[in-house]
């Protein structure tokens, strides 16, 4: 599950740095807050996917999707990409379970 969170959130990083341009040309922000705002972000889900082999780093990670949503309510166009990476992020800790379960589960064969 952590190494899928993890890609997640790289992936998350790079659509966030590229959201700057986007508030501040259809948003109209103002270059810094863009760039406080989503910039700062993208350096927070950097280091959030450094950070998901600790369980602090998974759940400061689930705020930074909150955020993200949130943020989508200051340009609404990125509105519908909080959603789709929320989504992802969602996929990922059910699958990332799942897989995690499966492999349990044949360790636990193999060693019996």
Not at 3 to 19: N, P
Not at 36 to 55: I, K, N, Y
Request: glycine share 12%; aromatic share 10%; hydrophobic share 65%.
């Amino acid at each position: 599950m952590r190494t899928v969170c993890a890609v997640v959130l790289a992936f998350e990083a790079i659509v966030l740095g590229l959201a700057v341009p986007v508030a501040i040309q259809l948003g109209g922000h103002a270059p810094g807050f863009a760039g406080a705002v989503w910039g700062g972000l993208a350096l927070a889900a950097l280091v959030l996917a450094a950070l998901q082999r600790f369980t602090w780093g998974f759940y400061a990670a689930c705020a930074l999707q909150v955020a993200f949503l949130l943020s989508g309510f200051v340009v609404p166009g990125l509105i519908s990409l909080g959603i789709v990476f929320v989504g992802l992020w969602i996929a990922g800790v059910v699958l990332g379970r799942r897989v995690e379960a499966a492999q349990q589960a044949v360790h636990d064969t193999e060693s019996a």
